[in-house]
């Protein structure tokens, strides 16, 4: 199998599991980073500390700004679900229409408590332009939520120039960056505007299950899930030494190599398109290279039935639109609100490639593509 599905997650490396062993067994540093009454305890405790402070690097934050959760799906919940139920007079949210369902659905819970949330509409590129936050902005707006990166089409908002922006203006700004996180530069001293900011492990080459939520110094949430206080009374939970610390290195790692990482991801693709450039009636969905993660490739080839190309190539994992939704049928919500007909989205696949694709295997994903099209359409 070729493996082209680094968007939906990515695989750790040998050394990273090996060091995550470490954090387990009975030899190793397994017991409990909150047990304060003996030194296992304390040892584990600085393995998550340390962790954290190099997820903190990674992002430039302050260590003490890291929240602990199960993934991105949880930090967007407790940033959406526990400022509001922090700032309850505040009742209007900004979001956009093509946000992944972990921030679609929170929004959607507020909206049946009577919240009014804005959806705000991406342009053909799939991205959201700053002005469109401004003009959405109202004095009861409590938080705008909007991603980095698309986990569909590899598409970047305007991130810093919306941060820019409402660093000045009292609605608080949420970023779900599970797709950038590792992939970008990312500056929180910078970035003044960015309240929260989402994190998950395993789209970094960490571990699944794992992830974090920045929260900026001075703000608090109330916690979603509650027990034993942990996570400065935000998130309670034991936390797993071994996942968290198998996330530090996978930041650490990624903090040195992710402008090597961007070029080959560029290189592959660049190889991908050239390779089916003598196809008719196709198209790249997404942005212009400038605001495009090169790793993930949206591509339609007009006739065709995603699923039957799916099908047609068995050795090739890859998907026709996120993992997430890819247990329904219907076409792509990313899709159609970028402009895309049902019949398009319906013939689109997503290949996302990373750290370990080899130029060769990106060939031969391609010419099998080819050959695929061009037998499904009998040409
Ligand atoms: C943009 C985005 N947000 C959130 C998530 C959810 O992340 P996790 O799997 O860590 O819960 C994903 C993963 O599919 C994603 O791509």
């Known amino acids: 199998m070729i493996y082209l599905d680094y968007a939906a997650t990515t695989p750790i490396s040998a050394e990273i599991a090996q060091k995550m062993l470490q954090f387990m067994t009975l030899e190793g540093c397994f017991a409990n980073p909150a047990s304060r009454s003996h030194m296992l305890g304390w040892q584990a405790e600085q393995a998550v500390e340390h962790a954290r402070a190099q997820v903190a690097d990674l992002i430039k934050a302050d260590a003490r700004e890291l929240v602990w959760t199960s993934g991105a799906t949880e930090a967007n919940n ?27 659905d929170p ?151 992710y402008q090597e990482d961007h070029a080959h991801a560029y290189r592959l693709r660049q190889t991908l398109l050239e390779i089916l450039s003598d196809l008719h009636d196709w198209q790249v969905n997404g942005a212009d290279e400038n605001h495009q993660a090169p790793h993930i490739v949206s591509l339609t080839f007009a006739g065709i039935d995603a699923e039957a190309l799916l099908m047609a190539v068995p050795e090739l994992a890859l998907s026709t639109g996120s993992a997430c939704n890819s247990a329904t049928l219907d076409p792509s919500y990313v899709l159609t609100a970028i402009g895309l007909t049902r019949q398009q989205a319906l013939a689109s696949i997503r290949l996302s490639m990373g750290r370990y694709t080899k130029v060769q295997e990106i060939q031969i994903a391609g010419e099998q593509l080819k050959a695929a099209v061009k037998r499904l359409r009998g040409s």
């Open 78 to 104: 407790l940033a959406i679900l526990g400022l509001a139920a922090q700032f309850p007079q505040k009742r209007h949210l900004i979001t956009s229409q093509i946000e992944h369902k972990a921030v679609l």
């Open 107 to 257: 929004c959607k819970v507020l909206q049946q408590q009577g919240y009014q949330v804005t959806y705000l509409a991406p342009d053909a590129q799939g991205r959201i332009q700053t002005q469109q936050v401004l003009e959405a902005l109202r004095e009861d707006t409590l938080l705008v939520s909007l991603m980095y990166v698309n986990n569909e089409l590899g598409s970047l908002n305007p991130i810093a120039d919306i941060s820019a922006h409402l660093a000045s203006h009292p609605a608080h700004f949420h970023v779900d960056a599970a797709q950038a996180v590792g992939k970008f530069p990312l500056d929180l001293q910078a970035l003044q505007g960015i309240d929260l900011l989402s994190i998950s492990a395993h789209k970094m080459y960490g571990p699944k299950g794992v992830g974090a939520l920045f929260v900026r110094r001075g703000l608090r949430l109330q916690a979603q899930m509650h027990g034993g206080g942990h996570e400065r009374g935000m998130r309670s939970g034991t936390l797993a030494t071994h996942q968290l610390v198998g996330m530090g290195e996978a930041a650490q790692l990624a903090h040195t190599c």
